[in-house]
């Protein structure tokens, strides 16, 4: 075992930060975890985490539940992919293993949404098994730890990092020393000004002796994220609004929406949204007065949308092949799935009937779809958006 082991695991022991699932690690309530801790920080995922147990309490509770409930139980972690993965395999251990929760990372490996990291996370953490569970935090750790150059988060360092590390594993204390790896990563070797003094294996850390823990992990120049503008409709038949459900294929898939998209080379943002709607449901609507802008950011992109205020003029909703619409309330959207983006336009039509509007009510002249009109990014005064 090195040197640095046994300190590693007792400054673990001794001071554990509380999360529900470290203190009663039952498979289920790890593998729940886990989906929700990638891409997401652990003070995030705890309140979300909560809801869904007391919602889905079991993994036969939530192979019996619909995508729409699961998402909807998701409903601002964002990723949601991780929600349909997780039910899909919850109905597939359901179906096919009784219920049981495979123990072998190789196993784990063979479901949905299951990576190498997350099933040896599981595998080491709810059943013992001595596998290295490699995430961000222990590549940072271990990039200072042995000055690696490779950069993170390369399939080269991975695999370096893994044969590292898996002959130190404990084979009683699999769960423990893959928690305190992550552990140490979180809250002391941090990608940014490492808390060295407080650091249990600093005596080891080849960066720390070579003055160099900021020049570790090695970090490829990263590169800005695109921003998209679109327009969306806000479509009033009497009191309700036409809200869409995305594919399953698409990013976000199964919440529900206000129809618009992308304006063409040219197409200002109310040509869009006439357009948009006209492809995607058969309706011709009129476009009114802007509710105002919301911005949004992903992981990989940011989105700024102008919401319209639009009237019905004719037709009936004609979806594309797999895409459902329906004609809801305001208040009767918040029962579905929905995105932070479309969270945010509810605020803003929320706010302007609160002003007196009156919603489809309010006189309002039609503005001009044509080329003429303004193309910008909508009105000032937008707020600001959040990561999902």
Not at 250 to 265: H, R, V
């Given at each position: 075992?090195?040197?640095w082991?046994?300190?590693?695991?007792?400054?673990?022991?001794?001071?554990?930060?509380?999360?529900?699932?470290?203190?009663?690690?039952?498979?289920?309530?790890?593998?729940?975890?886990?989906?929700?801790?990638q891409?997401?920080?652990?003070?995030?995922?705890?309140p979300?985490f909560d809801?869904?147990?007391?919602?889905?309490?079991?993994?036969?509770?939530?192979?019996?539940?619909?995508?729409?409930?699961?998402l909807?139980?998701?409903?601002?972690?964002?990723?949601?992919?991780?929600?349909?993965?997780?039910?899909?395999?919850?109905?597939?251990?359901?179906?096919?293993?009784?219920?049981?929760?495979?123990?072998?990372?190789?196993?784990?490996?063979?479901?949905?949404?299951?990576?190498?990291?997350?099933?040896?996370?599981?595998?080491?953490?709810?059943?013992?098994?001595?596998?290295?569970?490699?995430?961000?935090?222990?590549?940072r750790?271990a990039?200072?730890?042995?000055?690696?150059?490779?950069p993170?988060?390369?399939?080269?360092?991975?695999?370096e990092?893994r044969?590292?590390?898996?002959?130190?594993?404990?084979?009683?204390?699999?769960?423990?020393?893959?928690?305190?790896?992550?552990?140490?990563?979180?809250?002391i070797?941090?990608?940014?000004?490492?808390l060295?003094?407080?650091?249990?294996?600093?005596?080891?850390c080849?960066?720390?002796?070579?003055?160099?823990?900021?020049?570790?992990?090695?970090?490829?120049?990263?590169?800005?994220?695109?921003?998209?503008?679109?327009?969306?409709?806000?479509?009033?038949?009497?009191?309700?609004?036409?809200?869409?459900?995305?594919?399953?294929?698409?990013?976000?898939?199964?919440?529900?929406?206000?129809?618009?998209?992308?304006?063409?080379a040219?197409?200002?943002?109310?040509r869009?949204a006439?357009r948009?709607?006209r492809?995607?449901?058969?309706?011709?609507?009129?476009?009114?007065?802007?509710?105002?802008v919301?911005?949004h950011?992903?992981s990989?992109?940011?989105?700024?949308?102008?919401?319209?205020?639009?009237?019905?003029?004719?037709?009936s909703?004609r979806?594309?092949?797999s895409?459902?619409?329906?004609?809801?309330?305001?208040?009767?959207?918040?029962?579905?799935?929905?995105?932070?983006?479309?969270?945010?336009?509810?605020?803003l039509?929320?706010?302007?009937?609160?002003?007196?509007?009156?919603?489809?009510r309010?006189?309002?002249?039609?503005?001009?779809?044509?080329?003429?009109?303004?193309?910008?990014?909508?009105p000032?005064g937008?707020?600001?958006?959040?990561?999902?």
């Amino acid at each position: 075992m090195a040197s640095w082991v046994p300190a590693l695991l007792r400054w673990f022991a001794n001071d554990p930060r509380p999360m529900p699932w470290r203190d009663r690690p039952e498979p289920y309530w790890v593998w729940v975890s886990e989906i929700m801790l990638q891409q997401t920080q652990v003070a995030t995922v705890i309140p979300y985490f909560d809801r869904f147990i007391r919602r889905f309490p079991t993994l036969r509770a939530l192979a019996g539940a619909s995508e729409q409930e699961v998402l909807k139980a998701w409903q601002g972690l964002g990723y949601y992919t991780r929600a349909r993965n997780l039910r899909q395999a919850a109905r597939r251990l359901a179906a096919e293993a009784g219920g049981r929760i495979p123990a072998a990372a190789a196993e784990l490996r063979r479901l949905p949404g299951i990576g190498d990291y997350t099933a040896a996370a599981i595998a080491s953490i709810a059943f013992g098994e001595p596998v290295a569970a490699i995430d961000g935090n222990v590549l940072r750790v271990a990039s200072r730890l042995w000055r690696l150059n490779d950069p993170i988060p390369g399939a080269r360092l991975k695999a370096e990092v893994r044969a590292r590390l898996t002959p130190l594993i404990p084979p009683d204390k699999a769960s423990a020393f893959n928690q305190a790896l992550m552990e140490l990563g979180a809250r002391i070797c941090k990608p940014r000004h490492p808390l060295c003094t407080a650091c249990p294996v600093r005596r080891f850390c080849e960066a720390r002796r070579a003055g160099e823990t900021e020049r570790y992990p090695v970090v490829p120049a990263a590169k800005r994220p695109p921003r998209i503008r679109a327009a969306v409709a806000v479509i009033w038949k009497g009191p309700r609004v036409l809200m869409a459900q995305r594919r399953t294929n698409q990013l976000l898939g199964g919440l529900w929406e206000f129809p618009g998209g992308k304006p063409k080379a040219g197409e200002s943002l109310e040509r869009a949204a006439a357009r948009e709607v006209r492809e995607e449901t058969g309706l011709r609507i009129r476009v009114l007065a802007p509710y105002g802008v919301v911005r949004h950011a992903y992981s990989h992109f940011s989105v700024v949308l102008t919401a319209f205020r639009c009237r019905l003029l004719a037709g009936s909703p004609r979806p594309k092949a797999s895409q459902r619409v329906n004609w809801v309330t305001p208040a009767g959207a918040h029962r579905l799935p929905l995105p932070g983006a479309t969270l945010k336009i509810l605020d803003l039509i929320a706010a302007d009937r609160a002003r007196g509007s009156g919603g489809p009510r309010r006189r309002l002249a039609g503005l001009a779809i044509s080329d003429k009109n303004r193309t910008g990014s909508g009105p000032r005064g937008a707020g600001t958006g959040d990561r999902p």
